[in-house]
């Protein structure tokens, strides 16, 4: 990482991060060449990743011809105005780098344990039902095996710390709070 100040080393921190970020970015490599990028909802288990998809399709082909990937999540925390001074305007994030190898899960319980916690993640109070043998037998789930996982974060320049705060406290918007609280 070429900024180490930013980098997370606490993989608490990290792990916090992948459970609280509402969408995941799933990289492939086309059949064209090229890169391409699915926004989807995902689940951090057991230092995997989780995430269901239908069984057909170019995310699914492009896994089957190569299951090199690479995931990105990101929790934008705030942008802070600059007051006269364009260099002084500041964005403050956390994200999550992961690069590893894409599987198809086949074995039942693995499957019904991601979608539990794709579930419990998305609608935590509970009450969604049964999943239906149908329903499961036309759903893929997909495993990235991590290889690689950094963080990096930006929250505030030490100096000006206090003002950011103060700034995100009045601003009083969810991400903002989860800065405060870091």
Do not use: W
């Not at 689940?43 to 170019?58: D, N, P, T």
């Not at 105005?81 to 994030?93: I, R, V």
């Not at 290889?147 to 995100?168: Q, W, Y």
């Amino acid at each position: 990482m070429r900024v180490s100040r930013k980098e997370i080393k606490d993989r608490e921190v990290i792990r916090g991060l992948l459970s609280k970020s509402p969408v995941g970015r799933l990289g492939t490599l086309g059949r064209d060449g090229y890169p391409r990028i699915k926004p989807l909802n995902f689940v951090s288990l057991e230092e995997k990743i989780y995430f269901h998809s239908a069984r057909e399709g170019e995310k699914m082909e492009d896994i089957q011809r190569d299951n090199r990937v690479c995931f990105e999540v990101d929790l934008p925390l705030a942008f802070v105005k600059s007051t006269g001074n364009p260099c002084q305007a500041d964005y403050l994030y956390q994200s999550v780098l992961i690069k590893g190898r894409a599987q198809i899960v086949d074995a039942r319980d693995e499957r019904l344990a991601a979608l539990k916690g794709l579930m419990e993640k998305y609608q935590p109070e509970g009450d969604y039902g049964a999943f239906s043998e149908d329903k499961l037998a036309l759903t893929a789930i997909v495993r990235i095996d991590i290889e690689e996982m950094t963080g990096k974060e930006d929250l505030g320049r030490e100096k000006e710390r206090a003002a950011v705060l103060a700034f995100l406290a009045r601003k009083e918007r969810a991400a903002d709070r989860l800065t405060l609280e870091r």
